[in-house]
Nanobody, 115 residues
Framework: QVQLVESGGGLVQAGGSLRLSCAAS????????MGWYRQAPGKQRELVAH???????NYADSVKDRFTISRDNAVNTVYLEMNSLKPEDTAVYYC?????????WGQGTQVTVSS
């Protein structure tokens, strides 16, 4: 079983930056494909950024060139560096890990961007 714990959310002004972290328990982290999702009030959860076990990445069009996903397998952690934040980035951000048919979610961390 894998447990994921997000941290790093908070309140920031538009144009600011935040770095989210997601720490994973267990010994299979390096094999997991990892993703950051977000869910704004009244909206569906959406994929923000994804990084595979071999570090291939992809991003939602809305965050390309502003967000960067990375991972450090030595400390079982995936990061989301968020720059040039906009009010529309306000959401609860969730970490997801997947290996085959098994998927794992964190509890989420709130990001609020004020205008």
């Amino acid at each position: 079983q894998v447990q994921l714990v997000e941290s790093g959310g908070g309140l920031v002004q538009a144009g600011g930056s935040l770095r989210l972290s997601c720490a994973a328990s267990g010994s299979i982290f390096s094999m997991l494909d990892m993703g950051w999702y977000r869910q704004a009030p009244g909206k569906q959860r959406e994929l923000v950024a994804h990084i595979t076990s071999i570090r291939s990445t992809n991003y939602a069009d809305s965050v390309k060139d502003r967000f960067t996903i990375s991972r450090d397998n030595a400390v079982n952690t995936v990061y989301l560096e968020m720059n040039s934040l906009k009010p529309e980035d306000t959401a609860v951000y969730y970490c997801n890990g997947r290996l085959g048919w098994n998927g794992y979610w964190g509890q989420g961390t709130q990001v609020t961007v004020s205008s």
